[in-house]
């Protein structure tokens, strides 16, 4: 988890390193659908011909990878309209496809680009969404594929879409002294990974800014950690903390002004709060047990942790303002890595029972327990904007893999490399 020999020495290798590419893109298989898929036809974009990206094919895959669509095959349309007057419904009712998007990508005069698309009702032959989005210039083309996903996405389902987001994850190859940390941000559906960090050392715990401008992470330097905040669009890189010990667990508060993370250079790993801008912090928690992996309430006025305090490792939440912690977990031998579901009303964790490491979710307060992995190995979850799927690590076949479920847990997709591990996914905010 590191940067290299020094800050300097680090700051120009990343530099370099945020233009590069990724050592391998991930590899995204739907591993168990919605039964109750809804069909939904896209029909290929009249496009510009400078626009390279197939918008149509990518609003398709956001849409079937997500499980809930079963999209109708390019060969079996029997028109290809891109605009409501030259769409006949009837041949898409006989086929059982109620639901179609048509669309052009148009030359905006300005040297940008308009990505026009209509979400069309076959049982009624009428318009049910009409959108014009703006591009700057082919590069954002993917973008604009993805929001146009996320619409037809809420509109269908009545959900908020997760397409149009980024991942951060850390990519792991090789064995033993040669094994390499690479610290990635790549589209939500795998597709543009670029390198933010690389060490011979540990990468962990990345978490997104509000405002997905910057992220936070722990390194290791000679095999001492400390917390960085990194800048996407400069690549410039700001170590916050590093204390002997353990420096630990960074997560920015709702508003992006604070940051809560773990610290043991007094006496025990503590949860301490700091402001981001100033660096003013303060001791949070004080116990001879060991306080770790803190998240924020999505009003920022609470955080949730992981405690030994009571024996074993169990979720606690308490007052941003200090106090005495309340216990929030019973079920299981251990409960790990909790956070908050974007509503407050639930709680995201690892759930350890016997011998299994599983995702679970719990009703808050104290309600039911609700298991959505099979294990036994699974780890870091973290939600998805609008709290509709959740992400994680399992152990796969060939190594550590990147899940994601629905919070039903009707859904279910696989994200691997074709070699190595990925691990320790976070899930950016929606982009603005």
């Known amino acids: 988890m590191t940067m290299l020999k020094s800050l300097s020495a680090a ?14 893109q991930l590899q995204i298989t739907v591993t168990n659908g919605d039964v109750g898929a809804l069909p939904i036809a896209i029909v290929p974009f009249t496009q510009v011909g400078s626009v390279r990206v197939d918008v149509a094919q990518v609003v398709e895959n956001d849409l079937v990878r997500s499980g809930r669509f079963r999209a ?81 996405y809420e509109k269908l389902l009545g959900l908020p879409g997760y397409f149009n987001t980024k991942i951060a994850y850390v990519s792991a190859q090789g064995l033993g002294y040669q094994r390499t940390y690479q610290l990635i941000v790549a589209d939500s559906d795998g597709e543009q990974p670029r390198v933010i960090a690389t060490s011979r050392e540990t990468l962990m715990s990345p978490n997104w800014s509000p405002d997905r401008k910057q992220l936070v992470y722990v ?22 903390v590093s204390e002997k010990g353990i420096n630990g667990s960074p997560v920015f508060s709702p508003d992006g002004t604070k940051l809560a993370f773990v610290l043991s250079f007094e006496i025990n790993p ?18 001879y047990g060991i306080d770790t992996e803190p998240a924020w309430s999505p009003d920022g006025s609470k955080l949730v942790f992981t405690s030994d305090r ?48 599983r995702i679970a979710l719990q009703d808050l307060p104290g309600g039911a327990l609700h298991l959505l992995s099979n294990g036994p190995l699974d780890e870091g979850p973290s939600f998805a904007p609008g709290g509709a799927v959740i992400i994680y690590s399992s152990q796969g076949p060939h190594g550590r893999q990147l899940e994601t479920v629905s919070v039903d847990g009707r859904v279910r997709l696989t994200m691997r490399q074709a070699t190595g591990d990925v691990q320790e996914p976070a899930w950016s905010p929606l982009l603005k």
């Open 11 to 24: 700051l120009a290798l990343l530099l370099a390193l945020v233009i590069a590419p990724a050592q391998a």
């Open 72 to 152: 109708m095959s390019r060969d079996e349309m029997r028109q290809k309209p891109n605009q409501p007057a030259q769409f006949d419904p009837a041949p898409w009712r006989s086929q059982g496809t109620d639901n179609v998007v048509v669309g052009q990508v148009l030359d905006d005069g300005k040297g940008g680009y308009v990505a026009r698309f209509f979400l069309l009702d076959s049982l009624s032959g009428k318009s049910v969404v009409a959108y014009d989005i703006p591009v700057r210039g082919p590069e954002q083309m993917r973008y604009a594929a993805h929001q146009i996903a996320d619409i037809v």
């Open 219 to 240: 390194g290791y330097e000679r095999g001492r950690s400390a917390i960085y905040l990194h800048t996407l669009a400069s690549g410039q890189v700001r170590k916050l």
């Open 270 to 287: 503590d949860i301490y709060v700091m402001d981001v801008s100033g660096g003013n912090r303060r001791r949070l928690t004080d116990h």
């Open 310 to 357: 009571s024996g074993r490792p169990q979720i606690y939440e308490i007052s941003v303002a200090g106090g005495e912690p309340t216990r929030l977990t019973f079920q299981g031998s251990q409960n790990l890595r909790p956070s908050y579901a974007p509503d407050g009303k639930s709680l995201l964790f690892v759930n350890v029972d016997g011998g299994r490491q």
